[in-house]
Nanobody, 117 residues
Framework: HVQLVESGGDSVQAGGSLTLSCEIS????????LAWFRQAPGKSRELVAS???????EYSDSVKGRFTISRDSAKRTLYLKMDNINPEDTGTYTC????????????WGQGTQVTVS
């Protein structure tokens, strides 16, 4: 049974930094496409960043140059380092895993809240 558990969400001031973590059980983090999504109040969920099985990373235009996605296979953990955060980054951040980045994600965490003021 695959479980994804996020942590690290917090209330931060604009311009600050935050690192989110997603602990993943029961699958090899190196064999899956892993991604971070976020959903702001009143908006649809959007893909923020993804990393595929050969470490190719992609970012949404809104976070490119400010966010960094990475993973640690030994810790079975996916990370999202967020720098120069702004109020538009407020939302619920959720990690997801799937066999390929082009497929529909079927494995999701519960989410962690980030609030930027």
């Amino acid at each position: 049974h695959v479980q994804l558990v996020e942590s690290g969400g917090d209330s931060v001031q604009a311009g600050g930094s935050l690192t989110l973590s997603c602990e993943i059980s029961s699958i090899s983090v190196m064999r899956y496409c892993l991604a971070w999504f976020r959903q702001a109040p009143g908006k649809s969920r959007e893909l923020v960043a993804s990393i595929n099985r050969v470490d190719r990373v992609e970012y949404s235009d809104s976070v490119k140059g400010r966010f960094t996605i990475s993973r640690d296979s030994a810790k079975r953990t996916l990370y999202l380092k967020m720098d120069n955060i702004n109020p538009e980054d407020t939302g619920t951040y959720t990690c997801a895993a799937e066999g390929d980045c082009l497929w529909t994600y079927a494995r999701w965490g519960q989410g962690t809240q980030v609030t930027v003021s």
